[in-house]
């Protein structure tokens, strides 16, 4: 006697369950956690707390230091046109005050310590990073750090006299687009420290991914104003490797917070030859 064949039965009920919640976590937004580590390591600006953080967390936050940069600019650029009912020295002056407060003077801290380092460590690695340690700064930090504040004070005299103070949007992001590139394409000079846990854990795809829409942006919104910002911002990276390893042998925190004033005040100084 033939016998029919058994209809199909209904899936389980914990099969569904467990597929639905497999589909709603991979639909799930993309967590911003990583930004507000970011920010609050780069900035003085009101990011939310993100609690305990792992090396995995820092090295999730790398891709989002542009985007920091770029609220940054955003401060920077908002302070200096609506001082613009005052003098522009004066405006110039207020709009440098806010932007060193944003970073908490976090890489002028790295510009003072790599000035003293070498200068006073004669050629010498082991030298230049024991000095590097040493929180207090001398003439030659004191120095630098003067005149790459006259440089950016100068940069934005003339921006803001010539109107076109929205060009500081684009230079903390092109800036801090220099901490990804050290941590890409720069080994840690020393064997331990948070630097070397986030070139550890660097998710390089979106390391890249995030290079090339702060390289896009910046292009698309400024034209050959941007494509030359961007050239400088890559030329001042390749003087600064060469640097980095002829004397150390990869980075250090220091050097790659020097890199990102001195990247700044070389921008600033490109905006203001241009207007």
């Known amino acids: 006697m033939p016998v029919a064949p058994?209809?199909?039965?209904?899936?389980?009920?914990?099969?569904?369950?467990?597929?639905?919640?497999?589909?709603?976590?991979?639909?799930?937004?993309?967590?911003?956690?990583?930004?507000?580590i970011a920010g609050r390591f780069l900035s003085r600006l009101p990011f939310p707390n993100p609690g305990a953080t792992t090396a995995q967390d820092i090295?999730?936050?790398?891709?989002?230091?542009?985007?920091?940069?770029?609220?940054m600019g955003a401060l920077a650029a908002l302070t200096a046109m609506g001082t613009g009912a005052v003098a522009p020295e004066l405006a110039a002056t207020l709009t440098?005050?806010?932007w060193v407060w944003s970073t908490g003077a976090l890489h002028l801290d790295g510009l003072a310590d790599s000035a003293d380092a070498w200068i006073g460590g004669?050629?010498?690695?082991?030298?230049?990073?024991?000095?590097?340690?040493d929180p207090r700064s001398g003439p030659a930090a004191v120095t630098l750090i003067g005149l790459v504040l006259i440089a950016k004070w100068s940069g934005l005299e003339v921006l803001i006299t010539a109107g076109s103070p929205w060009l500081l949007l684009w230079l903390p992001m092109l800036a801090r687009v220099q901490l990804l590139?050290?941590?890409?394409?720069?080994?840690?000079?020393?064997?331990?420290?948070?630097?070397?846990?986030?070139?550890?854990?660097?998710?390089?795809?979106a390391t890249w991914i995030a290079l090339l829409l702060a390289f896009g942006a910046c292009v698309?919104?400024?034209?050959?104003?941007?494509?030359?910002?961007?050239t400088a911002t890559l030329a001042c990276f390749a003087l600064a490797r060469r640097s980095m390893m002829a004397r150390l042998g990869g980075f250090t925190g220091d050097?790659?917070?020097?890199?990102?004033?001195?990247?700044?005040?070389?921008?600033?100084?490109i905006c203001a030859a241009l207007l």
């Open 6 to 36: 058994a209809s199909a039965s209904p899936r389980h009920p914990d099969v569904r369950v467990s597929s639905f919640i497999a589909a709603t976590e991979r639909r799930r937004p993309v967590s911003l956690r990583p930004l507000w």
């Open 59 to 71: 090295g999730r936050s790398v891709p989002w230091y542009p985007f920091v940069g770029l609220i």
């Open 96 to 98: 440098l005050i806010i």
């Open 122 to 133: 004669l050629g010498s690695r082991e030298r230049t990073l024991e000095i590097m340690k």
């Open 181 to 205: 590139l050290v941590l890409l394409f720069i080994p840690y000079a020393r064997e331990q420290g948070m630097a070397a846990a986030q070139a550890r854990q660097l998710p390089r795809q």
């Open 220 to 230: 698309l919104a400024t034209g050959w104003t941007g494509l030359l910002l961007l």
């Open 255 to 269: 050097t790659a917070g020097a890199l990102v004033e001195l990247t700044e005040a070389l921008l600033l100084l």
